[in-house]
Nanobody, 119 residues
Framework: VQLQASGGGSVQAGGSLRLSCAAS????????MGWYRQAPGKQRELVAS???????NYADSVKGRFTISRDNAKNTVYLEMNSLKPEDTALYYC??????????????WGQGTQVTVSS
């Protein structure tokens, strides 16, 4: 599975950005897709995830501001980020979880896309 992310950039606080991530290759069996982020000196953390059935999950810090969506026909996941704050500044990584056997799920990662929010 290859994940191609796009849409990062620099905005002022209160602004918006939209991230996209398209999956290609051996996409059969992909269950959950999502976004993680890692700020300098911090651990990578889950931002939001969405199942193939459309069930979403958000980090408390982004609830009400970020919206994750998914187009299964295009194998693409989106992250709409509104009311951005300086603390949202991080490298954002697309993630896909693919079931490879009945008991095994493998993680795939895209290249990071930088989001910088200035105050």
């Amino acid at each position: 599975v290859q994940l191609q992310a796009s849409g990062g950039g620099s905005v002022q606080a209160g602004g918006s950005l939209r991230l996209s991530c398209a999956a290609s290759g051996s996409i059969f069996g992909i269950t959950v897709m999502g976004w993680y982020r890692q700020a300098p000196g911090k651990q990578r953390e889950l931002v939001a995830s969405i199942t193939s059935g459309g069930i979403s999950n958000y980090a408390d810090s982004v609830k009400g501001r970020f919206t994750i969506s998914r187009d299964n026909a295009k194998n693409t996941v989106y992250l709409e980020m509104n009311s951005l704050k300086p603390e949202d500044t991080a490298l954002y990584y697309c993630n896909a979880k693919r079931r490879t056997t009945i008991v095994t799920i493998k993680d795939y990662w895209g290249q990071g896309t930088q989001v910088t929010v200035s105050s």
